[in-house]
Nanobody, 125 residues
Framework: VQLQASGGGLVQAGGSLRLSCAASGRTLSRYGMGWFRQAPGKEREFVAAMTYSGSNTYYADSVKGRFTISRDNAKNTVYLQMNSLKPEDTAVYYC???????????????????WGQGTLVTVSS
């Protein structure tokens, strides 16, 4: 599956953005999906994830209550709605996919074999 992330940009603190991750080549309904981010000089970190069925979602403590992951299987797209953005949310955001039969934590980037190219989110203070 090929993943294409989009929707990043410059926003003021307190604002909102919605990131999209469009898939091609395979139907997303068969994949667990995650969002990760990487700030300059830092390691890639987990943001949010959703099982292939959508029945379970996972969030990093730093974004819980502010970010929401969702999916539209008809559009083969996964979203990350980001509200109440903070300057510390500034990073390149990546979407990632894993097959339904994959095991291992949704929180670890190494458990996702498929990655989009990243989209930059900049939050100004």
């Amino acid at each position: 599956v090929q993943l294409q992330a989009s929707g990043g940009g410059l926003v003021q603190a307190g604002g909102s953005l919605r990131l999209s991750c469009a898939a091609s080549g395979r139907t997303l309904s068969r994949y667990g999906m995650g969002w990760f981010r990487q700030a300059p000089g830092k390691e890639r970190e987990f943001v949010a994830a959703m099982t292939y069925s959508g029945s379970n979602t996972y969030y990093a403590d730093s974004v819980k209550g502010r970010f929401t992951i969702s999916r539209d299987n008809a559009k083969n797209t996964v979203y990350l709605q980001m509200n109440s953005l903070k300057p510390e949310d500034t990073a390149v955001y990546y979407c990632a996919g894993r097959q339904t039969y994959s095991s291992g934590s949704y929180y670890l980037p190494g458990n996702y074999p498929y990655w989009g190219q990243g989209t930059l989110v900049t939050v100004s203070s």
